[in-house]
């Protein structure tokens, strides 16, 4: 994305991105140039482009953006947090993720992912992150190693309150966790891992699911099954499994994806696993009173919405140097990541749809008329 002329880049920016800059405070404190667009190149360079902080301040002063020490660059990173979140909320409203608020409701999306630091011998770190919608908050963050006791992905890594809607994919599928949400009397809609979590009917059997989803033979068809999780205490917990079936293009799809995996572990695929790929499952124990299988299904369906863009800030945060110093320069570099995430999705949509050029001549100034 930086190789790419700084006219055409900001034009893919929120319209309002330089008064962000004013009203978020990032320029505070600035004693020479106060460039909204200079400080931004700056901080690209260092979170979009991966250098160190080091290597970025260098590059600034050498390209006149910026006369900063490392030490300063850092500090300048954290001010700019706020305004790297609300480049993000404008992005993300511009996707149209934007979504009405019930009283007294709070949706908790939660995700983890690997970053490397640089170098051959970098080390490896699992980013765990809460993020908040409708606020779009980065409401909680934590950096743990990737090997030994308590690293993994797990609902128990997040601090969780009563009245909590939390909401996570397959990866979280586990009973320890569950019962870590529901102990702090707040919700779980998880994405149904079958190998991870054991389900009980109500005579206390091992539930069948394969039978059960064979009753779903049309696309779009849902249905909802009343079950029991286990728990290592051997406890219960009461839990909705929704269940939807895919279109025969998702599906397709999916087969396609299963199969290539399988060959490329040299790995055999089971009739049962190609079964289950037809499906999305979900274990949820939001209130039945409040939301129908059909709309627990559309909640977890925001959060996959949500998961494409992170796909992208994933493969993006594995490049660049993680500022490891304290909680909110973290939480801004992560911010980073996910602005540059955002712009390399929109660049590329409108690379494949808008124009043959890529990019909306009317955000460009420079233009003139042939007459």
Same mark, same amino acid.
């Given at each position: ?184 009397? &707040?919700?779980?809609?998880? +994405?149904?891992? !079958?190998? @991870?979590?054991?389900?009980? *009917?109500?005579?206390?059997? /091992?539930?069948? =699911? ?7 033979? &049309?696309?779009?068809?849902? +249905?909802?099954? !009343?079950? @029991?999780?286990?728990?290592? *205490?051997?406890?219960?917990? /009461?839990?909705? =499994? ?7 293009? &998702? ?121």
């Amino acid at each position: 994305m930086m190789d790419e002329d700084w006219d055409v880049l900001t034009s893919f920016f929120p319209e309002a991105w330089q008064e962000l800059a004013v009203s978020t405070g990032a320029l505070k404190g600035l004693r020479q140039d106060k460039s909204a667009a200079n400080l931004l190149r700056t901080l690209l360079i260092h979170v979009a482009c991966g250098y160190s902080l080091r290597e970025t301040a260098v590059r600034a002063k050498g390209a006149s953006l910026a006369n900063l020490s490392d030490v300063a660059l850092l500090k300048r990173l954290r001010k700019s947090r706020d305004w790297l979140y609300a480049l993000c909320v404008a992005l993300f409203k511009e996707r149209g993720l934007v979504m009405g608020e019930r009283s007294g409701f709070q949706v908790r999306l939660i995700d983890a992912t690997i970053v490397k630091e640089p170098g051959k011998t970098g080390s490896l770190w699992r980013i765990h992150y809460s993020l908040r919608v409708p606020s779009l908050v980065c409401d909680f963050f934590k950096v743990t190693a990737t090997e030994g006791e308590g690293t993994g992905e797990s609902l128990t890594q997040f601090p969780v309150e009563a009245g909590d809607y939390v909401i996570a994919d397959r990866g979280y599928s586990q009973a320890r966790g569950i019962h870590h949400i529901v102990s702090h009397n &707040a919700y779980a809609c998880i +994405r149904l891992n !079958p190998q @991870s979590l054991v389900m009980l *009917d109500s005579e206390g059997k /091992p539930f069948d =699911l394969i039978n059960s989803l064979r009753g779903i033979t &049309a696309s779009g068809e849902v +249905r909802f099954w !009343p079950v @029991s999780v286990q728990t290592p *205490d051997q406890s219960l917990i /009461p839990v909705r =499994l929704c269940a939807i079936r895919k279109t025969e293009e &998702a599906i397709r799809i999916a087969h396609k994806k299963l199969r290539r995996r399988a060959i490329r572990k040299g790995n055999k695929l089971k009739p049962d696993t190609l079964f289950l790929a037809e499906y999305v499952m979900v274990v949820s124990t939001f209130p039945s009173e409040a939301f129908s299988p059909s709309e627990v299904l559309e909640w977890y369906r925001v959060r996959w919405q949500i998961e494409l863009v992170f796909k992208r800030f994933k493969q993006i945060a594995h490049l660049g140097h993680l500022p490891k110093y304290d909680s909110e320069s973290a939480k801004a570099w992560l911010y980073g990541k996910l602005f540059t995430a955002l712009v390399t999705e929109k660049i590329i949509d409108h690379a494949i749809s808008v124009s043959p050029w890529g990019y909306v001549l009317e955000r460009k100034s420079t233009s003139e008329s042939m007459a």
